[in-house]
């Protein structure tokens, strides 16, 4: 579950993110690949060193000392890029300490997700995000695999790699192999799902998960985005699981609104209205 951040931090947040997200505009691929790799370095750093993410995060410390001890720690070991986002970042008032770690891994995935922006493939990015979450939820015992704290980091991701192969793209293996590295207490299956979110979100629309007794048509699939696409009044983006317990219909979930118009939805509904 993603982290409910207060008013400072979520502040701190938005106006990071925008920073990150003009950055991105002007950035080449290579160049955002660093940028990923070093932010997520620095997460990592923070992750296994919180007495010095307390220092760096504690909005009760002067923003100039926070910052020339960031400087400090990271001059010649990130990139110029880097360094101004996790300064920034630092400067920033945070509601807590912890969320700043929050704000590094938000901005080094849209960092990752900016070189599939570059090469127009933010959409399979997404689709294959949403697949291995599902993948997970299905098999149980390969997602505490991939989370166990007894096996070394390095064997985690490596067999990830494994199981992804040449299945994916490289910035979908990054940011699942990123998760493996930082769970953060959270399970991976539900990480993959808001990668998936968020990479939808970088191409400004909102995911409509639909699930269906049946595999829709692509002609049906193109009926319901334009119907969500009106009702919401953006694009949205489709991410279908077949259910055959619906036996009809189809449920849809946007945020945290859901339209039930599944036969089996419909069953419950009047069993519910009979007198007892």
């Known amino acids: 579950m993603a982290v409910l951040l207060q008013p400072a931090s979520r502040e701190a947040l938005a106006d990071a993110e925008s920073r990150l997200d ?3 505009d002007g950035a080449s691929a290579p160049d955002l690949e660093r940028l990923g790799d070093d932010l997520f370095s ?7 060193e919180p007495a010095l993410r307390r220092a760096l995060g504690e909005s009760s410390a002067p923003a100039q000392a926070r910052s020339s001890l960031a400087d400090q720690l990271l001059s010649g070991k990130v990139g110029r890029a880097a360094m101004d986002v996790v300064s920034d970042l630092v400067t920033a008032r945070w509601s807590r300490s912890l969320d700043l770690l929050e704000g590094l891994e938000v901005l ?16 399979e990015v997404e689709d294959e995000l949403f697949r291995f979450g599902r993948i997970l939820d299905r098999e149980p015992r390969l997602a505490a695999l991939l989370a166990d704290p007894a096996t070394p980091v390095e064997g985690r991701v490596e067999l990830l790699r494994e199981l992804l192969g040449q299945k994916v793209r490289p910035v979908t293996s990054t940011l699942l192999a990123q998760a493996v590295r930082a769970p953060r207490g959270r399970s991976l299956d539900r990480v993959a799902e808001e990668l ?6 970088r191409r400004d629309r909102y995911v409509a998960h639909v699930r269906t007794p049946v595999a829709l048509s692509a002609q049906q699939e193109q009926r319901l985005t334009d119907t969500l696409s009106r009702l919401y009044g953006r694009p949205m983006s489709l991410q279908i699981e077949q259910d055959a317990s619906l036996l009809g219909g189809l449920v849809v979930r946007v945020g945290g609104e859901v339209i039930d118009g599944s036969v089996a939805g419909k069953l419950a509904s009047a069993r519910r209205q009979l007198p007892h």
């Open 22 to 24: 003009s950055l991105v």
């Open 108 to 123: 080094a995935r849209r960092a990752v997700l900016g070189i599939a922006e570059k090469d127009g493939s933010l959409s």
């Open 196 to 201: 998936a979110e968020l990479a939808a979100a």
């Open 42 to 48: 620095v997460l990592h750093l923070l992750i296994g």
